[in-house]
């Protein structure tokens, strides 16, 4: 799977990671449900470095989709709620 980072660029990631990818954006959707905005950014933080280190990134020259893009660091609680599914930001 491919994801953006916005702002940054693309990491893939194997299917091995993707259980614990969902269960940091779950504590994303807890955080974006209940309104705290500290556990809100401790939250994204957690969940796009997890992304960085467990992913490989995508070098610029190699154009391919993203499968799924991710918000930066400087997101807000608001941007990030009108982003959100009834799955978070990672289905599944």
Known sequence: MIMRILGEGQYEITEEHLGHLNALDSDLQSAADAGDEAAFA???SAL?????????GVPDERITPSDLVLPDEDTSLTQVRELLSDEGLIPG
Do not use: E, P
């Open 48 to 56: 796009l470095d997890a992304v960085r280190s467990l992913g490989t």
């Open 42 to 44: 401790s939250a994204l």
